[in-house]
């Protein structure tokens, strides 16, 4: 069966301090991975999306910057952090057909002092 | 702009209660529908996806898709206290099969 692991579960990390947050996806090839944020009380907001080894889309203009090393590996990235990067980072992946669903990991809880 | 509308909430039904979500999309191409479950502080979980006009059923959940009403509902039957969680709507479009999330509606099943 599939599994997604994310790590770290819970970081904070100081205003201009730089960001890793890794994704790894096990028991299936080629999926399609996302990269979401949960502000307090709100719905998810796509990041970034990959369909390939080194294809990334962005769909909001931020600080932030992802790539996909490995087929089954997506990670976030930042150089420099602001306070409103704050939030639940959920990392998620699908077979890449239409109408299958997406299943997400555990989450990372990212605060910015 | 893609949207998805769902009423926030709070919604509280007693147990044992039918629970009804709702969920407007405004891409009329779109094509495929999803229900999540989030609890608090947790990632959210599939506990639906609907893809064809009408009702599908599973255990007690029911999702309703009106295509032509750009609408989407789960109805929940017989609520328990363990169905208290936000329920987040998303609309599945784009090459690499993107969701559009609502903001979720959050529910509370009183005992």
């Known amino acids: 069966s599939q599994t997604i692991h994310q790590w770290p579960a819970t970081l904070v990390q100081p205003v201009g301090s730089p960001l890793s947050l890794e994704c790894t996806v096990e028991g299936t090839s080629n999926p399609n991975l996302y990269w979401y944020r949960q502000a307090a009380g709100r719905g998810l907001q796509l990041l970034f999306y990959s369909v390939g080894i080194g294809q990334i889309s962005s769909e909001v203009p931020q600080n932030l910057s992802a790539s996909r090393p490995q087929d089954r590996q997506f990670i976030l990235s930042s150089k420099k952090l602001l306070l409103s990067d704050s939030g639940f980072y959920l990392c998620a992946w699908s077979v890449g057909q239409l109408g299958q669903p997406q299943h997400f990991g555990d989450g990372t809880r990212l605060s910015i002092l | 702009q893609k949207e998805v509308e769902q009423n926030s909430g709070p919604l509280s039904v007693p147990e044992g209660a039918i629970a009804s979500l709702n969920c407007t999309y405004s891409?009329?191409?779109?094509?495929?529908f999803f229900w999540y479950r989030q609890y608090s502080g947790k990632s959210p979980e599939l506990i639906m996806f609907i893809y064809s006009n009408g009702d599908k059923e599973d255990g007690r959940f029911t999702a309703q898709l009106n295509k032509a009403s750009q609408y989407v509902s789960l109805l929940i039957r017989d609520s328990q206290p363990s169905d208290s969680a936000t329920y987040l709507c998303?609309?599945?479009?784009?090459?690499?099969?993107?969701?559009?999330f609502g903001s979720g509606t959050q529910l509370t099943v009183l005992p």
């Open positions: 998303a609309v599945q479009s784009g090459s690499a099969r993107q969701l559009t």
């Open positions: 891409d009329r191409g779109s094509q495929s």
